[in-house]
């Protein structure tokens, strides 16, 4: 996500870490617990717990939490970070006016943290992690005033906008994109989505509608960025690991079954599949914390008649044109559509359905009660007139 080049490298952690000198160790704790700012803490701890620890009332650490983050404010000038607090703030502005005026508050902390080339791969994922834990503590306490905070609601993931930003026309656009996406009723690549969406009358009243907002003039505004930034505010669409776009309660979305996973893996890559390389792909692609075994991903492929068994441990998509049945019953069924047919010939037509050895055709075709051996050499069914 690029914007205007930086005018500065900012180290979010050491921005904090001077912020935090100018507090006591005790404030400085409350503010790290409370704002899960200490390494391997994953969630804000509570009042309840803090003030269990230090034998005071949730009122009295409340009371600490809100002085360190007064003394903190009152510091900034002499904690030398204004200039870094500056920088933020106005790369934040360039983000929202470049993405529509509102951004999901992750995908925010992300592309800033790649942005000050802080995602490096020089870094550990914890580091990173930490660097967006700080820049968080920053936007929501020392910028909050800058910017406003959607958070809390039942269809919307926490996201921070421009002031200016009317929220009711994220709202409008992400209703306008469900019914688009319902209508559709599958999931679609992310191309195949904006063109569906450049075809309806409402994304062209949408350009004008974005482009008309006073913060939005003169800001190089791309609206196909600023639609896919609401998106990312919703929590009713989503994006699945395979870049397709759909309602995020469909299971081709958020897979949550082993069978849903097998589906989506096999579908992706288009051609039939050992068992084992069903189950690989599964942890590869990690829609979970969930590991695919080989012998759970087998069970599943028997119990499920979407898949066919081609081969030895080797399933296809039934949808794909496979059909069930022995080897015996494929040649059976080749045989009533076409015949009469050589070995070769036979071969070749069930190659289309089973992954299979000639030895194993021929063996098929010595049942007599099947199938039928003319002089020519070519067979027919047994009991074909």
Do not use: C
Request: net charge positive; aromatic share 8%; glycine share 4%.
């Amino acid at each position: 996500m690029d914007t205007e080049t930086k005018t500065t490298n900012i180290n979010f952690n050491e921005v904090l870490t001077r912020l935090f000198s100018l507090l006591s160790i005790r404030e400085k704790d409350v503010l790290s617990r409370r704002h899960s700012l200490l390494k391997g803490l994953k969630r804000k701890e509570t009042l309840e717990k803090i003030g269990q620890d230090y034998k005071v009332t949730r009122e009295r650490v409340r009371q600490i939490e809100r002085d360190g983050l007064k003394k903190m404010k009152e510091k900034l000038e002499q904690s030398g970070v204004l200039d870094n607090l500056n920088e933020i703030e106005a790369t934040i502005n360039k983000f929202l006016r470049k993405y529509g005026g509102a951004m999901q508050e992750d995908r925010l902390l992300d592309s800033l943290v790649d942005f000050y080339g802080l995602s490096s791969k020089d870094l550990a994922e914890e580091e990173v992690l930490q660097h967006k834990k700080s820049l968080a503590f920053i936007i929501s306490q020392l910028l909050a005033n800058k910017f406003e905070k959607i958070e809390n609601r039942d269809h919307f993931h926490d996201s921070w906008k421009l002031k200016e930003t009317p929220w009711e026309l994220v709202e409008e656009v992400i209703e306008k994109l469900v019914a688009l996406i319902n209508t559709n009723g599958q999931p679609v690549k992310v191309d195949e989505f904006f063109r569906l969406l450049k075809n309806q009358d409402f994304y062209r009243e949408l350009s004008e509608k974005i482009s008309n907002l006073p913060e939005m003039k003169q800001t190089g505004l791309d609206l196909d960025e600023a639609v896919s930034s609401y998106i990312h505010t919703s929590k009713r669409i989503k994006k699945n690991l395979f870049g397709q776009v759909g309602m995020s309660h469909w299971s081709s979305i958020t897979p949550k079954r082993m069978a849903d996973k097998i589906y989506l893996v096999m579908k992706e890559a288009g051609k039939p599949l050992h068992f084992t390389e069903i189950a690989e792909l599964i942890n590869q692609t990690k829609f979970d914390h969930k590991k695919a075994l080989p012998a759970t991903i087998h069970n599943e492929l028997i119990l499920d008649s979407r898949y066919v068994l081609i081969g030895r441990g080797i399933y296809a998509l039934k949808e794909w044109g496979y059909e069930t049945g022995t080897v015996t019953e494929v040649i059976a069924k080749v045989l009533a559509q076409k015949s009469p047919l050589s070995k070769d010939e036979i071969a070749v037509e069930v190659a289309k359905q089973r992954l299979v050895k000639k030895a194993t055709i021929n063996l098929a075709l010595m049942n007599k009660d099947k199938f039928k051996k003319l002089a020519d050499k070519k067979y027919t069914l047994a009991n074909k007139e």
